[in-house]
């Protein structure tokens, strides 16, 4: 089971990776060609997908703080759960964020 885990989500990352790196090369294109046109959308860009990339952290951390678990079981059941759900998938989001970031800042 999970190795089936581990191929679906190797599979997603790769077919965004190929989806996200069309898009940033077509407005790459799109982009006034100026430097400051460009720096600024790279910026803005960047500064996206950081945001997007840790929303499942941050969801961990809001219901942790919901939880206000008390005590070291609490506290290890929490932490449990955080690593099974932010697990794979923080590290494909995060992997992804790594490539789009050497993509968008790539010299043309």
């Known amino acids: 089971m999970l ?7 190797t599979t997603i990352g790769i077919i965004i990776s190929f989806i996200l790196e069309r898009k940033v090369k077509s407005f790459n294109r ?3 060609n100026t430097d ?3 720096f ?4 803005w860009f960047s ?3 950081f ?4 929303i499942p952290t941050w969801f961990y ?3 942790k703080n ?3 678990p008390q005590g070291f079981w609490a506290e290890l059941v929490v932490l449990g759960m955080g690593i099974y759900f932010l697990g794979g998938i923080q590290l494909l989001l995060f992997t992804a964020f790594i490539w789009c970031l050497l993509i968008i800042w790539e010299k043309q």
């Open 3 to 9: 190795i089936l885990k581990i191929v679906l989500w």
């Open 51 to 54: 945001i997007i990339t840790f």
């Open 40 to 43: 600024l959308f790279r910026i």
């Open 47 to 49: 500064i996206t997908i």
């Open 30 to 32: 799109i982009i006034d």
């Open 36 to 38: 400051v046109g460009l």
């Open 61 to 63: 951390l809001f219901v």
């Open 66 to 68: 919901s939880l206000n």
